[in-house]
């Protein structure tokens, strides 16, 4: 068999629907549905599998002075930085040290989804002058109907989620990176002050990690991606572009 990066990064969502099917066939579904901490258990353990050594991951606050942010479902961090407190998974950081904060959710409507993003933009602002990877992880919903259509993929021409998009793109370190398991990726463009939304199904929550990778590539004192690895963390030959289904813009 020849190496296939396209299909090896399919088989990271594969994973997490594995993941999460073997904690519902135990609790059954009814009670999936509900936020929980085994979500977050099982992004934080993939997190540690996925990224270098000299990157950690926890759940907890970050602290500058007297300003503190709501706690966040997972922190990335340099570890090299002072904490102000570590016990276990459990971390109080400083905003210095933040490479990347994450909020995980199950399979949230859209009001839902604007109130994280509005959450997460709000945390971000917390680390100031350091870009970070602000991100919305939604495990989404399984659907073997040929019709199903993730909710995510619906234009929000107005109401609350575009509001909360709008209201990202007027900060600095607001959510930039969203997705849903069930086939979508938005990402904001900087440049553009923009959000765009790509329908590449299997495909997505591959390129959440990877543009993780990419924004602590940035900085470079941690981590160095060499130009050869990019076709295999961005496996799609001609470019996600054509997979765009709506744009949010100011």
Not at 28 to 49: A, P, Q, T, V
Not at 52 to 80: A, H, L, R
Not at 126 to 139: A, D, M, P, R, V
Request: hydrophobic share 35%.
């Amino acid at each position: 068999m020849d190496p296939n990066s396209l299909e090896y990064q399919k088989s990271i969502a594969l994973e997490f629907e594995a993941s999460k099917n073997r904690v519902r066939y135990l609790i059954g579904s009814s009670h999936w549905g509900e936020d929980g901490r085994y979500k977050e258990l099982i992004l934080m353990n993939f997190l540690k599998r996925f990224l270098p050594n000299n990157i950690e991951v926890g759940t907890g606050f970050i602290k500058e002075g007297d300003n503190i942010s709501t706690q966040i479902d997972i922190i990335i961090y340099n570890p090299s930085l002072p904490l102000y407190f570590k016990e276990n998974d459990f971390i109080i950081v400083q905003p210095k040290s933040v490479l990347g904060i994450i909020e995980v959710k199950s399979n949230p409507d859209r009001n839902k989804i604007a109130e994280a993003i509005y959450k997460a933009s709000q945390a971000g602002e917390l680390t100031k002058e350091n870009f970070i990877f602000n991100g919305l992880f939604i495990f989404g919903e399984t659907s073997k109907n040929q019709s199903y259509s993730p909710k995510l993929l619906k234009n929000p021409k107005n109401g609350k989620l575009k509001e909360s998009l709008l209201d990202a793109l007027t900060k600095n370190y607001g959510i930039n990176h969203i997705i849903s398991n069930d086939g979508v990726f938005i990402k904001k463009w900087s440049q553009e002050a923009e959000f765009s939304c790509y329908a590449i199904q299997d495909l997505a929550a591959s390129y959440f990690f990877s543009n993780l990778l990419n924004v602590i590539n940035k900085r470079i004192e941690l981590l160095g991606i060499p130009e050869s690895m990019y076709g295999h963390l961005y496996p799609i030959p001609e470019g996600k572009k054509i997979y765009i289904k709506w744009k949010v813009s100011k």
